[in-house]
């Protein structure tokens, strides 16, 4: 069956760094795409990142613009989120997707598969 398992979140103060893994099985990893959500209590689930099959479409929210760097390694069958500068406000539960069609997509109903997600907390 298809399971995506996200890695990688934690506590880390304002300013810090954390890299997030999305580890991908029962699918063919190359063919989709893959993106990023997040979800902060009591608000809605934002789009943060998405990137396509072969890495040639790159997609990032303004509020992470600059910041985050999504990343794909086929061969793992992984997708990364490395995240640097985190401010308070990117607290939130981290979610990865999948995508059958392979585009990358800012919305979540487009995607056929989630991960669990992992907790990310940035104190100020």
């Known amino acids: 069956q298809v399971q995506l398992v996200e890695s990688g979140g934690g506590l880390v103060q304002a300013g810090g760094s954390l890299r997030l893994s999305c580890a991908a099985s029962?699918?063919?990893?190359?063919?989709?795409?893959m993106g990023w959500f997040r979800q902060a209590p009591g608000k809605e689930r934002e789009f943060v990142a998405a990137i396509s099959y072969s890495s040639g479409t790159i997609d990032y929210a303004d509020s992470v613009k600059g910041r985050f760097t999504i990343s794909r390694d086929n061969a793992k069958n992984t997708v990364y989120l490395q995240m640097n500068n985190l401010k308070p406000e990117d607290t939130a539960v981290y979610c990865c997707?999948?995508?059958?069609?392979?585009?990358?997509?800012?919305?979540?109903?487009?995607?056929?598969?989630w991960g669990q997600g992992t907790q990310v907390t940035v104190s100020s």
């Open positions: 997707a999948a995508r059958r069609t392979g585009w990358a997509s800012r919305r979540f109903r487009e995607y056929d598969y």
């Open positions: 029962g699918l063919t990893f190359s063919t989709y795409a």
